[in-house]
């Protein structure tokens, strides 16, 4: 295990090459004129009855394609003409230029790197040390799931999207390899290493039960006054509603592997709880019993929880950070039995709690409290009494004298964006005035933030900011805070980059501007006030360096696990395969032209990006063109059903 320091954040993004950023481009576009043909579809619909109730969407997004409209024909006309007129030019600069450096030594090496959990080091690692580690990490909590598992579970969600008929806003749970992150801040990392299993395989319906139980959470916390923290700045306001803090005793405490210790029971009891405050429907209760049934995948093997198959709370699950706030709401109720609920919050796995007046054998007594309702709901806390000093999140906590500070570990170095990585202007120009706000936040007095400021200071200049740190005490001043009218906006996010010349927000405005006047229909719903522009960013470097370590673990001579080569193509050998025996290749941009003998038709192009598998994409174009009831899945069958 080699730690590398690579001198910058792996948050920089390096400029891309410009096919990479046509690509982008071209998806952007796709997305804006997806929601503009959706948007006209509803505004030209006469016959919807205003009083119509709208289900639940849970902030889901149609995958379909909508038809195109006449209306909007010369929009998309000039908008895509708009990828043919990108203009590049040459970006010189040093940052840059050790930027693509240091990416083609990653990419040349045959290691994997590794990032920390909660610190901003990097491990390079053997491709055999890193599968032993991960292996060992799944083997601990984890069993060989039955082939026929991973079916029941996706035919069990696509019968719960169905009810909720979100079918067409829904995806299949995606089989997604799991990978670890290094916890290089635990005591003897280097002779034991430990790490974190993240499970990006998510279950599709956790996007329901997300929304589901965040409201449930809301209406909680509400009405049961407790501290579930959201941030440090709750955490602060906290603390400084503490009186007479030179009498009181911190305890601090941690849970213990708080997301896969979570078992089914302790779920359904904090759901039971939750139901005695707020209306919880049976059926929602159903779709977050089924989010918890995850896998997880390994080289193509499928996984299961060791101890509760069907039952498990995966640090990657859409809605994994909301069971968390719910069973912790639980157990701050249990605690709240006995202790003043503001005498102690929850932050995740974090607690914090502040008595006064308590002796050591006081002190010890409310740690047994605690432990012993943390393990009957089989968990196990790490936990601290009769302090007056702790670092809690990003603060460092001081009852003695009621003051805060800035707090960062030890190990950890501070890095932050360069200002010459390839983000849009506004980020770079707000990220050390935000940086200021953060410490000015976290600063009881001028004298700390002048003294936390001095790390922070160098690692802006280190960044390449000129920007100087300054204390501006705004305590006194009232906040003249508008209501702002909340408007439907649509956004159209091109992708941002320093080798591009064309000003692309100006010309899609310009666009919307000249197709939408006041005399025309739409106007009222395409104008300067509904349609802005919102620039997004390039893959960044840990983006480039986490393809690199999927390549660098992928089997050896293209074999599976199965010891069997890895197919490329299936097309049968009497017929000759579209692109040359490479037909399950994935992420391509594809074109196709249209010709018929009508007259006064011409050619149409229509053009589109496929991150399935190509083979898979033509077979969906096919069965579009041939079945009508398919006619609207795609523009280009929509023009093919016209012709027809």
Not at 268 to 294: C, G, P, Q, Y
Not at 416 to 434: F, G
Request: charged residues 30%.
């Amino acid at each position: 295990m080699e730690k590398i320091n690579l001198g910058y954040s792996i948050k920089n993004i390096p400029i891309p090459n410009e096919t990479t950023y046509l690509n982008k481009l071209v998806e952007k576009i796709e997305a804006v004129i997806k929601r503009m043909r959706w948007k006209t579809i509803s505004f030209m619909k006469e016959d919807e009855d205003e009083n119509q109730t709208i289900p639940e969407r849970y902030g889901l997004k149609s995958e379909k394609t909508p038809k195109q409209q006449e209306e909007l024909k010369a929009f998309e006309s000039d908008l895509i003409q708009l990828v043919k007129e990108i203009k590049f030019r040459r970006v010189k600069n040093n940052f840059q230029k050790k930027l693509a450096q240091d990416l083609k030594m990653i990419n040349c090496s045959q290691k994997t790197v590794t990032a920390a959990d909660k610190t901003t080091n990097m491990y390079r690692l053997e491709k055999v040390e890193y599968q032993k580690l991960l292996r060992d990490s799944i083997t601990t909590t984890y069993k060989k799931a039955s082939p026929k598992l991973e079916h029941r579970i996706n035919t069990a969600g696509k019968k719960f999207a169905k009810d909720k008929n979100l079918l067409d806003k829904m995806e299949v749970n995606a089989r997604n390899d799991c990978f670890i992150t290094l916890k290089d801040h635990k005591e003897n990392f280097l002779n034991s290493p430990k790490t974190r299993l993240i499970n990006p395989a998510k279950n599709e319906i956790g996007r329901i039960s997300k929304v589901i139980l965040d409201k449930i959470n809301k209406e909680l916390i509400e009405k049961l006054n407790i501290n579930q923290w959201k941030s440090t700045a709750s955490v602060l306001d906290w603390f400084k509603t503490i009186d007479n803090k030179q009498d009181c005793k911190f305890i601090v405490f941690d849970i213990e592997q708080f997301y896969p210790s979570i078992q089914e029971s302790v779920l359904m009891k904090a759901l039971e709880f939750a139901n005695k405050h707020t209306k919880i429907l049976k059926k929602d209760i159903d779709v977050i019993r089924h989010s918890r049934r995850s896998l997880l995948f390994n080289q193509g093997e499928t996984w299961v929880k060791r101890e509760e198959e069907n039952f498990d709370v995966t640090m990657g699950a859409y809605d994994g950070a909301e069971v968390c706030e719910l069973v912790g709401i639980y157990l701050q109720s249990l605690i709240g039995e006995k202790y003043n609920n503001n005498d102690f919050g929850l932050y995740r796995d974090d607690g914090l709690a502040a008595f006064r007046n308590v002796s050591g054998p006081e002190s010890e007594r409310i740690k047994k409290d605690f432990t012993k309702i943390f393990k009957e709901n089989h968990l196990n806390i790490e936990i601290s009494c009769n302090l007056k000093i702790v670092n809690y999140l990003d603060v460092t906590l001081n009852l003695s004298d009621g003051s805060y500070r800035p707090y960062h570990k030890p190990n950890e170095e501070l890095m932050y964006v360069h200002s010459e990585s390839n983000h849009p202007p506004t980020i770079i120009k707000q990220l050390p005035l935000s940086v200021e706000q953060r410490l000015r936040t976290l600063s009881s007095s001028k004298e700390i933030f002048k003294e936390a400021a001095k790390d922070y200071q160098e690692a802006l200049e280190r960044s390449g900011y000129k920007h100087i740190l300054k204390y501006e005490d705004n305590s006194g001043e009232k906040k003249n805070q508008k209501r702002h009218r909340q408007r439907n906006i649509i956004w159209f996010n091109p992708p941002y980059s320093k080798s591009v010349t064309t000003n692309v927000g100006s010309y899609f405005l310009k666009l919307v501007e000249k197709h939408f006047p006041k005399h025309n229909k739409l106007h009222k719903i395409f104008n300067k006030n509904t349609m802005k522009v919102s620039y997004s960013c390039m893959p960044s470097v840990k983006s480039s360096v986490s393809k690199h370590n999927k390549r660098i673990l992928k089997k050896e001579n293209g074999e599976t696990n199965n010891n069997e080569p890895v197919k490329t193509c299936n097309c049968p050998r009497d017929t000759e395969c579209p692109l040359d025996n490479c037909c399950f290749e994935k992420d391509m941009q594809y074109s196709a032209e249209v010709t018929t003998d009508l007259p006064n038709y011409g050619t149409k192009v229509y053009k589109g990006i496929c991150s399935t598998t190509w083979k898979d994409r033509f077979a969906n174009h096919k069965q579009s063109f041939n079945n009508e009831k398919y006619d609207t899945e795609t523009a280009l069958s929509a023009e093919i059903w016209k012709i027809k």
